[in-house]
């Protein structure tokens, strides 16, 4: 088989895939027989990234991505002292499953850049752009549906009340803030220009969303990251971006406004309106974190471990912070290296979009900008859709900032066959293990807390 062909399969199995396992997942886990969707969710990740790179080994020519030495150092250094940190741990079992993981994500960021190589730019962009609409599309007529029914049944609802498909609404903010940015690619590829209106209204849904669900880290979030890359980028873009922004968000407050304030306050003599002030506890799990550091400073006290942690004041089983959840897992070190890797980065990305002036790129940026900062205040990079869908902007990334790579060999196949396998086992071994108390605080799985 081709390369190109299987790389079609592959992103449109992806699409596919992740598609069923958010707008339609409500009702693919009482086919499948999963008892939940979150679980659904995990296992449609792993099966996707072991059969995609499985596959791969029966393609020949595939391209590698080569990255930098600095990065390859940085996740070796990683990998070891995760490792250790991991064996010391409590429960040392737990933290090769998070490592296995961490893993898995790393074959499919390699899957997904070597399908992207093969793919002409512009049709790969026009297909993103397609599934971030598509995704929207259907959400929000489901969406709309919902909230239909309530004014007919005369029914108030809360912020959980309109989306089906996500244990918790914040998963789907989560994918709000990586998908909203991909729909501004009509105004930087002119070959989708004529989508711009388009694209207007679905991002004003989803700000309309936004307001809906009360998610104040993912409104933060989208606008520092608008701000941040504003400041980067040349002036025609600049206001290019921020002139679309604004006329969303407008739209997306009047409808917000219309729709869950006044016709609610009209039908039923109430509003879901309310202004929260409160840090949802994250503050309390910080503070916990900050305060045990000291007893395990350089390598943490094992990765997964905020799963077990005693005494913390929230029975979550992580700590709402991408940051917070390096320190305590993995170490002070760890946690330096890596934000270190991110600013640099992050200022390469905008370094390349000034220099090529190749502006296609800003949504893709944008994207991983803003996941990166709702990061410090939600669980992208803990749940499984937010993962893999991060794992593939990134992938999309480096199509740009890393050109070279280099053909995959007979010993790189049969490291990614054992490394694949390997972790698959453990993952699934994983699943509904006695050790997971039955509380639905998810990690790897919904079942997220490890006894003491």
């Known amino acids: 088989m081709l390369l190109k062909t299987y ?3 592959v992103i449109a199995t992806f699409a596919t895939l992740f598609l069923l396992g958010t707008v339609f997942s409500f009702h693919l886990i009482h086919i499948v027989g999963i008892d939940n969707e979150y679980d659904l969710k995990r296992l449609i990740v792993v099966g996707f990234i072991a059969i995609s790179s499985l596959g791969l080994l029966g393609i020949r020519d595939v391209p590698l991505i080569n990255v930098s030495t600095l990065t390859k150092t940085l996740f070796g250094l990683f990998i070891c ?7 010391a741990s409590k429960h040392p079992y737990w933290g090769m499953v998070e490592i296995a993981n961490i893993g898995m994500l790393v074959v499919a960021f390699y899957v997904l850049s070597a399908c992207m190589r093969a793919i002409d ?10 599934f971030s609409l598509l995704f929207s599309v259907l959400t929000f007529c489901k969406y709309i549906l919902f909230l239909l029914f309530s004014y007919f049944d005369a029914q108030s609802f809360n912020i959980h009340g309109l989306l089906s498909g996500y244990v918790n609404v914040r998963f789907f903010n989560q994918l709000q803030v990586m998908l909203v940015p991909l729909l501004f690619l009509p105004f930087a590829l002119p070959i989708l220009a004529k989508f711009k209106r388009v694209s207007l209204v679905f991002i004003a849904l989803h700000w309309l969303v936004l307001l809906q669900t009360e998610a104040r880290g993912a409104v933060l979030s989208l606008i520092l990251a608008l701000g941040a890359m504003s400041y980067f980028l ?8 921020i002139v679309a922004s604004l006329k969303a968000m407008l739209l997306g407050g009047i409808l917000w406004f219309v729709l869950i304030f006044l016709i609610p306050y009209w039908l039923m003599d109430s509003s879901n309106f309310q202004i929260r002030t409160g840090s949802s506890g994250r503050i309390d799990l910080w503070l916990f974190v900050l305060k045990s550091i ?14 077990w ?14 940051v917070m959840q390096l320190l305590y897992e993995y170490g002070v070190i760890v946690c330096m290296l890596f934000i270190a890797w991110a600013v640099n980065r992050f200022y390469n990305m905008m370094a390349y979009i000034r220099k090529s002036e190749v502006f296609v790129f800003v949504p893709i940026a944008f994207a991983l900008l803003s996941a990166l900062i709702y990061s410090l ?17 990134v992938a999309m990334q480096v199509q740009y900032s890393s050109p070279h790579y280099y053909k995959m060999g007979a010993l790189s196949r049969g490291v990614l066959f054992f490394a694949v396998t390997a972790a698959t086992v453990v993952l699934l071994v994983s699943y509904k293990n006695e050790a997971l108390l039955p509380a639905l605080f998810p990690r790897i799985w919904v079942n997220g807390l490890i006894s003491y």
């Open 309 to 322: 942690a005693e005494g913390r004041p929230l029975p979550n089983a992580h700590p709402h912070n991408s």
């Open 377 to 393: 205040a939600s669980g992208v990079l803990v749940m499984p859709m937010a993962q893999l869908l991060l794992v593939c902007l």
């Open 81 to 87: 002292l995760a490792t250790y940190s991991a064996l």
């Open 234 to 241: 040349p002036k025609d873009i600049r206001k290019s971006l």
């Open 121 to 130: 730019r512009d049709k790969l962009h026009c297909g993103v752009y397609a």
């Open 294 to 307: 000291p007893e395990q400073p350089w390598l943490g006290f094992g990765p997964m471990s905020f799963s």
């Open 7 to 9: 790389a079609w399969g």
